[in-house]
T-cell receptor
Framework: DGGITQSPKYLFRKEGQNVTLSCEQNLNHDAMYWYRQDPGQGLRLIYYSQIVNDFQKGDIAEGYSVSREKKESFPLTVTSAQKNPTAFYLC??????????FGEGSWLTVV | DQQVKQNSPSLSVQEGRISILNCDYTNSMFDYFLWYKKYPAEGPTFLISISSIKDKNEDGRFTVFLNKSAKHLSLHIVPSQPGDSAVYFCAATDNNNDMRFGAGTRLTVKP
């Protein structure tokens, strides 16, 4: 089945450690996105990529890094520089049209 | 700078009545608008969209209205059902595909 797969679903890390969230899609979509959702808040754009080997910062890119070496993959690294990393992270993808489709999300808790 | 705004964090309606969710945007470059529905701990799912060349799009019980001059769109659900209870996000994008979301409105449909 086609879709967007995020892993892991739940992740716990100690403060000061980098952590990488995986996002894979087999929809042949060109564009991929990372959003963050905090309790009671909307979805805020972290990074997006329209094509392989290219990505752009969103509204809250500080403390995060991404790569887009393959069309299917858009991993997000939450670095130790991110001051409030505990959140629900959503990966999404779209064709060069407009409707984007989301993965199931990853819960990151930093203790 | 929040480019997409949903000013009502919550809405409660009776089953069978109409639900109206509102959304305002500030970026006149947005040309495509979407509504997503989200259940707890899941990724948002696409509901309905509208292009800026239209002022209405209907899909079953869901209708989206766009007022470009007012930079306002709304989602109408009629009749509302208890299963419609969820958080609804309004989203907007321009041809750069960097989609922006509102903060969401939690809809509760009471039996």
């Amino acid at each position: 089945d086609g879709g967007i797969t995020q892993s892991p679903k739940y992740l716990f890390r100690k403060e000061g450690q980098n952590v990488t969230l995986s996002c894979e899609q087999n929809l042949n979509h060109d564009a991929m996105y990372w959003y963050r959702q905090d309790p009671g808040q909307g979805l805020r754009l972290i990074y997006y990529s329209q094509i392989v080997n290219d990505f752009q910062k969103g509204d809250i890119a500080e403390g995060y890094s991404v790569s887009r070496e393959k069309k299917e993959s858009f991993p997000l690294t939450v670095t130790s520089a991110q001051k409030n990393p505990t959140a629900f992270y959503l990966c999404a993808s779209s064709r060069a049209g407009n409707t984007i489709y989301f993965g199931e999300g990853s819960w990151l808790t930093v203790v | 700078d929040q480019q997409v705004k949903q000013n009502s964090p919550s809405l409660s309606v009776q089953e069978g009545r109409i639900s109206i969710l509102n959304c305002d945007y500030t970026n006149s470059m947005f040309d495509y608008f979407l509504w997503y529905k989200k259940y707890p701990a899941e990724g948002p799912t696409f509901l309905i969209s509208i292009s800026s060349i239209k002022d209405k799009n209907e899909d079953g019980r869901f209708t989206v209205f766009l007022n470009k001059s007012a930079k306002h769109l709304s989602l109408h659900i009629v009749p509302s059902q208890p299963g419609d209870s969820a958080v609804y996000f309004c989203a907007a994008t321009d041809n750069n595909n960097d989609m922006r979301f509102g903060a969401g409105t939690r809809l509760t449909v009471k039996p």
